[in-house]
């Protein structure tokens, strides 16, 4: 008689408030009814992050990663520090870092449809991240665009290749990519023994809050 007792005043309470009621039997002593199922567990939600924006101006592009590490490298003789697909004032470009046989920064601009070169200019920031980037790429037996094509195998369009020492004990190529169906992938492959592997979760989810306030 209880369990009824307060199934009926949650239900009018509410009524009276405007809003929905979950039965929930209360089973009292000596009642000889089986008390109520519970609700079925929700599934568990699957982590994937999905980017439209990157997914357009992969298949908008017609060169591809190691093909602009090879444009910039034409203009710039050099070794790749960087590659980041992305849609600019002059249009969908390929932004790349190239520390030149010069000794000096280059950040070069390519169409990503033709790989003509839009503009260049040397970066002349002088500080410590440049100087570790710079040992850090110096020492690399796999370079931008080998590391381009060891992520792209099976995961999709390479949209950004940069190596990475900033958060890490020891430097790596982080590659990003996208799928068909628009999900993002990042990946590292180790610039001495080209090793791929996938980045560590809250490293993915650093990329992402990045993305979010550019």
């Keep these: 008689m209880k369990r009824h007792l307060v199934i009926a005043t949650a239900a009018a309470a509410a009524l009276l408030t405007g809003g929905t009621v979950t039965a929930v039997a209360v089973g009292g002593s000596g009642s000889g009814s089986a008390p109520a199922a519970a609700p079925a567990a929700a599934p568990a939600a699957v982590h994937a992050h999905q980017d439209t924006e990157d997914l357009r101006e992969a298949g908008a592009a017609r060169v591809t990663a190691p093909q602009a590490a090879a444009a910039a490298l034409k203009a710039v003789p050099g070794k790749v520090s960087g590659l980041d697909l992305d849609q600019d004032r002059p249009g969908l470009v390929w932004d790349a870092d190239v520390l030149g046989k010069d000794g000096k920064w280059h950040e070069v601009t390519l169409d990503a449809r033709t790989a003509r070169v839009l503009k260049q200019h040397v970066d002349r920031e002088d ?16 370079d931008a665009a080998a590391a381009a094509r060891e992520a792209a195998a099976g995961h999709g369009t390479v949209t950004s290749v940069e ?3 900033d958060h890490r004990a020891k430097a790596v190529w982080e590659v990003e990519t996208v799928t068909e169906d628009g999900t993002e992938h990042t990946l590292l492959v180790d610039p001495h023994t080209g090793a791929l592997s996938t980045a560590p979760a809250h490293d993915a989810d650093d990329d992402d809050n990045d993305g979010g306030d550019d």
């Design 127 to 142: 500080d410590g991240d440049h100087a570790r980037e710079g040992a850090a790429l110096k020492n690399a037996r796999t």
């Design 163 to 165: 190596l990475d020492d």
